[in-house]
Nanobody
Framework: QVQLVESGGGLVQAGGSLRLSCAAS????????MAWFRQAPGKEREFVTA????????WYAASVKGRITVSRDNAKNTVYLQMDSLKLEDTAVYYC???????????????????WGQGTQVTVSS
């Protein structure tokens, strides 16, 4: 069983920065591919980024590439989401997800991840 707890969300002005964290339980965190998804009001949950077990391989959604950076610290069982140059359209609940079945990134779909956090709200104001 894996538990994921996100933190770091909040209110930020457009153009600002925010860093989200996702702390994972379990001794095998380093074997998991991790991802971030987000869900804006009235919209479906969408893929933001994923990172493989070692942190060497990353995928990004086109809408965030160049502004968002994913990283992980396996010694701390934590994955991070550094968000810069935030836009109003980045407002959403951000979810951390784990693919416990693979060390490699396999999917941009929700179905590719078997553990989820509760989410943290990010609100970008003008």
């Amino acid at each position: 069983q894996v538990q994921l707890v996100e933190s770091g969300g909040g209110l930020v002005q457009a153009g600002g920065s925010l860093r989200l964290s996702c702390a994972a339980s379990g001794r095998t965190f380093s074997r998991y591919t991790m991802a971030w998804f987000r869900q804006a009001p009235g919209k479906e949950r969408e893929f933001v980024t994923a990172i493989n077990w070692s942190g060497v391989s990353t995928w990004y959604a086109a809408s965030v590439k160049g502004r968002i950076t994913v990283s992980r610290d396996n010694a701390k069982n934590t994955v991070y989401l550094q968000m810069d140059s935030l836009k109003l359209e980045d407002t959403a609940v951000y979810y951390c997800a784990a693919d416990s079945q693979s060390t490699l990134i396999r999917s941009r779909s929700e179905g590719g991840y078997d553990y989820w956090g509760q989410g943290t709200q990010v609100t970008v104001s003008s």
